[in-house]
Nanobody, 114 residues
Framework: QVQLVESGGGLVQPGGSLRLSCVASGIIFNINAMGWYRQTPGKQRELVAEITSGGTTNYAGSVTRRFNISRDIAKNTVYLQMSSLQPRDTAVYYC????????WGQGTQVTVSS
């Protein structure tokens, strides 16, 4: 049974950094691409960062050079290191397979505000 548990969100000032974690129980990273998605009220959930089964990373244009996705296969954990955060990055962040296959976790709220 797959379970996705995100953590690490919080309130940060513009220009600050946060590191999100996602424990993905039941997903084999070597054969599944994983991604971080985010959603704001009234908008569709969007994929912002992906790490393929082979370890290649891809980013949405809005976060390139500011966000870094990584994984620890032994811990079944995917990370999102976010820097130079801006108010437009405020959202609930989720992880899931790419493409989406599993039920969503509870997400973790990231709020960027002064």
């Amino acid at each position: 049974q797959v379970q996705l548990v995100e953590s690490g969100g919080g309130l940060v000032q513009p220009g600050g950094s946060l590191r999100l974690s996602c424990v993905a129980s039941g997903i084999i990273f070597n054969i599944n691409a994983m991604g971080w998605y985010r959603q704001t009220p009234g908008k569709q959930r969007e994929l912002v960062a992906e790490i393929t089964s082979g370890g290649t990373t891809n980013y949405a244009g809005s976060v390139t050079r500011r966000f870094n996705i990584s994984r620890d296969i032994a811990k079944n954990t995917v990370y999102l290191q976010m820097s130079s955060l801006q108010p437009r990055d405020t959202a609930v962040y989720y992880c899931n397979r790419v493409p989406v296959l599993y039920s969503w976790g509870q997400g973790t709220q990231v709020t960027v505000s002064s």
